[in-house]
């Protein structure tokens, strides 16, 4: 069964950068369209960006565009967040899951979720 594993979350100061990856286990994502959401303590889960099955397709929540950005290595079977110019407000968990289509307002595909990968902004 395919999952999804996020990881390279971490605490970094104000105006840092970290790099998200989600990778797969027990299949691969090549196939399939990927967003990145993320939760924040007492706020509803949001989108922050997606990339279609080949990268052609890539979408940013208002928020994050300009300072985040999403691609995919399919030989390594991964795709990235790049997260720079970190604010307080992107504190969160995310996560990365399947979805239908990288459109601006994506969906997963599946109500499955992993464990997420804490970002903590802070000085």
């Known amino acids: 069964q395919l999952q999804l594993v996020e990881s390279g979350g971490g605490l970094v100061q104000p105006g840092g950068s970290l790099r998200l990856s989600c990778s797969a286990s027990?299949?691969?994502?090549?196939?399939?369209?990927i967003g990145w959401f993320r939760q924040a303590p007492g706020k509803e889960r949001e989108g922050v960006s997606c990339?279609?099955?080949?990268?052609?397709?890539?979408n940013y929540a208002d928020s994050v565009k300009g300072r985040f950005a999403i691609s995919r290595d399919n030989y390594k079977d991964t795709v990235y967040l790049q997260m720079n110019s970190l604010e307080p407000e992107d504190a969160a968990i995310y996560y990365c899951?399947?979805?239908?289509?990288?459109?601006?307002?994506?969906?997963?595909?599946?109500?499955?979720w992993g464990q997420g990968t804490q970002v903590t902004v802070s000085s």
């Open positions: 990339i279609g099955s080949q990268g052609g397709s890539i």
């Open positions: 027990g299949g691969t994502l090549d196939y399939y369209a």
């Open positions: 899951v399947i979805i239908l289509a990288c459109t601006k307002n994506y969906r997963p595909l599946f109500d499955s």
